[in-house]
């Protein structure tokens, strides 16, 4: 079941970065055409999908969050990332961002921001709308809270990889964590001996741990060796190995913790998994378990010009 798991993950992850190079090759073809245009309605679906399925495990623990102002707002969330290039297109300008490396991160969420404190003020209404009596009101309210951010804010950095630093800079997280899951499956069943965390995930062992990261760095390293180079054009390698290696170890820990978020999530209200939309792996949640919490520390890597400069 397992290795169906990692086979149905893997072609689905192939799946996202071939839609990307499509968005690549559109812009290459038609310059007048939006970054990430292809990626949107693949976005938004999982924002949805997502959405859905975090409500349900919620309501599975006893909370009743209004949904329609997180759906609303992690769909907010993410469309806020083609504001800035939908603004440009409006004016007259190069759909690119003309500014610095070092104005890039404050610039690029700006709106997401703006979008997350809409999401909010939503919540804050539909609860006042519906309250009827005292008790469950804000442990309601920090769940959707929380939906926003754990969806919405971190789906939006994924989709910033791409907007801001081109589709290899998105390919460099899906193929290190999905890499990670891999070597964590692989290196576990052959000599896999300690359970990393026994009551949590009792078929997570150490020894698979260090395999998910050791093929996480060998995965970086190959992508920005050859593949960001390919994609993003010769610039965007990085400096020296260590920092793709580095780049791999840092996504390749965090998604490892994204797994162990959403099982935390889950084993806490009796789920196995956040529901049954793909045979053998469960939902969407758990497909974006690991990337989820992984594309903040890529986002930060490539801000900070750790890679890609």
């Known amino acids: 079941m397992l290795r169906w798991r990692l086979v149905l993950g893997?072609?689905?992850?192939?799946?996202?970065?071939?839609?990307?190079?499509?968005?690549?090759?559109?812009?290459?073809?038609?310059?007048?055409?939006?970054?990430?245009?292809?990626?949107l309605p693949v976005a938004i679906v999982f924002a949805v999908?997502?959405?859905k399925e975090l409500l349900s495990l919620a309501a599975a623990g006893g909370l009743r969050p209004l949904s329609w102002p997180v759906y609303c707002g992690n769909l907010l969330l993410v469309a806020s990332?083609?504001?800035?290039?939908?603004?440009?297109?409006?004016?007259g300008l190069p759909l690119q961002w003309a500014i610095s490396p070092w104005e890039l991160p404050s610039v690029l969420w700006m709106w997401p921001l703006f979008a997350l404190a809409v999401g909010v003020l939503l919540?804050?209404?539909?609860?006042?709308?519906?309250?009827?009596?005292?008790?469950?009101?804000?442990a309601n309210i920090a769940a959707a809270v929380f939906a926003l951010v754990y969806i919405g804010v971190m789906l939006g950095l994924a989709v910033q990889l791409r907007m801001a630093w081109g589709v290899g800079a998105l390919a460099s997280l899906l193929i290190v964590?999905?890499?990670?899951?891999?070597?964590?499956?692989?290196?576990?069943?052959?000599?896999?001996?300690?359970?990393?965390?026994?009551?949590?995930?009792?078929?997570?062992?150490?020894?698979?741990?260090?395999?998910?990261?050791?093929?996480?760095c060998f995965a970086s390293w190959a992508t920005f060796h050859w593949l960001v180079p390919l994609l993003n054009g010769a610039s965007a390698q990085p400096g020296s190995w260590w920092r793709a290696v580095l780049f791999g170890l840092l996504v390749g820990t965090a998604g490892m913790l994204g797994d162990l978020a959403e099982s935390l999530m889950k084993r806490d209200v009796g789920r196995k998994d956040s529901s049954g939309w793909l045979p053998g792996l469960g939902g969407?949640?758990?497909?974006?378990?690991?990337?989820?919490?992984?594309?903040?520390?890529?986002?930060?890597?490539?801000?900070?010009g750790l890679v890609g400069g």
């Open 177 to 216: 964590v999905k890499t990670a899951d891999i070597g964590a499956y692989t290196v576990g069943r052959l000599i896999g001996r300690h359970q990393m965390a026994p009551v949590l995930s009792p078929g997570k062992t150490v020894e698979g741990a260090i395999g998910a990261l050791a093929f996480a």
């Open 284 to 304: 969407v949640l758990d497909l974006l378990d690991s990337v989820l919490l992984a594309a903040p520390v890529a986002w930060f890597c490539w801000a900070v």
């Open 49 to 51: 999908a997502a959405s």
């Open 123 to 138: 919540v804050f209404i539909g609860e006042i709308r519906r309250y009827e009596r005292p008790g469950g009101v804000t």
């Open 81 to 91: 990332n083609w504001v800035p290039l939908c603004w440009q297109l409006a004016k």
């Open 10 to 39: 893997t072609l689905i992850v192939v799946i996202l970065v071939g839609v990307a190079w499509l968005d690549h090759l559109a812009q290459i073809r038609y310059p007048a055409t939006p970054t990430g245009i292809w990626l």
